[in-house]
């Protein structure tokens, strides 16, 4: 037959075939307009991952429970979704890596920093966070009205921080002449601290509250001029997350500051770690 024959019936065929890839690729939309949270009610579990660090996030060594603000606000935003609260141990050092590898489907109390804004999205924050020195003062290496970050960053000082933290980031980026000692969690670098090993322990200015009012004979802390850093504490997300996905988290925290109740599950917090240090 005629190459022209063929040729009508490619272009008669033309419409059909692109109406049957419309067809297709509406197909698969609808298949992919399930919301993240959807999938996350299937599987039956909010996986979240926990980094200890009170009184954000705190772990009882005896029964391997999960108590803080966030570990409760975890548990209440699973009762949201009708599903049960799943609690992944992990460090600061792997809290971003392990959201992006999707090992869980929330980090909990993670700092909104630009940097981990580039490997995972945030809910709005549940609450603010700067960062605190705390330390002995009767310490010699300490001069008494110390304000800044350069007042105590000499020679012979060494500042404890649990590594992976924004902490660690931002003390990192400022000290020149001091010595950071960088440890695995929040005892060891309370312990650095109360055994002279370290002078100063560098950390959220609430937790470092609660590491003063342990230590009222001798602790002390202060909150540097110019601050370290000064930032929301959220909910970390995986990148892919739509916007209504996020939405979901965010009128969850929304509603829970705006009531009070997160001030409620910090105070709830604080009075168990306190209790526990007595």
Request: net charge negative; charged share 20%; with cysteine.
């Amino acid at each position: 037959m005629p190459d022209a024959f063929f040729d009508n019936v490619r272009l008669a065929g033309a419409p059909a075939l692109a109406l049957m890839g419309a067809l297709s690729a509406t197909a698969a939309q609808a298949q992919t307009t399930e919301g993240y949270w959807q999938g996350v009610q299937k599987a039956g579990t909010l996986r979240c991952g926990a980094a200890v660090a009170p009184p954000y996030v705190m772990r009882d060594p005896a029964t391997g429970e999960y108590s803080g603000f966030f570990a409760d606000l975890c548990k209440e935003f699973a009762e949201v979704l009708k599903v049960k609260p799943e609690f992944v141990d992990t460090t600061w050092d792997n809290i971003v890596a392990g959201l992006q590898a999707g090992k869980w489907d929330v980090s909990l109390a993670l700092n909104r920093t630009p940097a981990r804004a580039m490997a995972v999205q945030f809910s709005v924050p549940a609450m603010e966070y700067q960062i605190s020195l705390a330390y002995n003062k009767n310490n010699p290496k300490i001069a008494a009205g110390a304000a800044s970050v350069a007042d105590i960053d000499k020679a012979g000082v060494t500042l404890a921080v649990m590594s992976g933290t924004a902490q660690d980031k931002a003390i990192s980026a400022v000290v020149k002449n001091a010595t950071i000692m960088r440890l695995p969690g929040n005892d060891e670098t309370r312990l650095a601290v109360t055994s002279k090993r370290a002078d100063i322990l560098v950390d959220a200015s609430d937790t470092n509250q609660l590491f003063t009012q342990s230590n009222p004979d001798w602790a002390v802390a202060l909150n540097p001029t110019p601050a370290l850093a000064k930032q929301g504490v959220a909910f970390g997300l995986p990148h892919q997350l739509s916007a209504a996905d996020v939405e979901v988290v965010d009128i969850f925290l929304e509603e829970k500051v705006a009531t009070g109740h997160v001030d409620d599950l910090i105070k709830k917090a604080v009075d168990e770690v306190l209790k526990g240090a007595k």
